[in-house]
């Protein structure tokens, strides 16, 4: 898998499969070939692309784990999304 993780927060904000192609620009990053997903809020400056990530949590959602290259931290602030009823 890929994560795309916010630099500043550590913060893992997509979690993506290995095949999936990511370009990261000084000004956005894109998702696939061709692209279906333009990202706009985050770019070369604020965000950080790990690749071959083998142990991400089967319960991942952005934002709710950080991401340090190897160790994955459940975000202190997380609270699950409510369902309605």
Not at 17 to 28: E, F, L, N, P
Not at 40 to 63: F, R
């Amino acid at each position: 898998m890929k994560t795309i993780v916010q630099t500043q927060t550590g913060l893992s904000k997509y979690l993506l499969d290995d095949a999936k192609t990511v370009t990261v620009s000084s000004d956005k990053i894109e998702v696939g070939d061709p692209v279906e997903l333009i990202i706009m809020d985050l770019d070369s400056s604020t965000a950080t692309l790990y690749e071959s990530v083998t142990n991400s949590p089967a319960d991942w959602s952005g934002n709710k784990y950080t991401f340090d290259g190897s160790d994955w931290t459940l975000n202190a602030s997380w609270v699950e999304p409510e369902i309605p009823d």
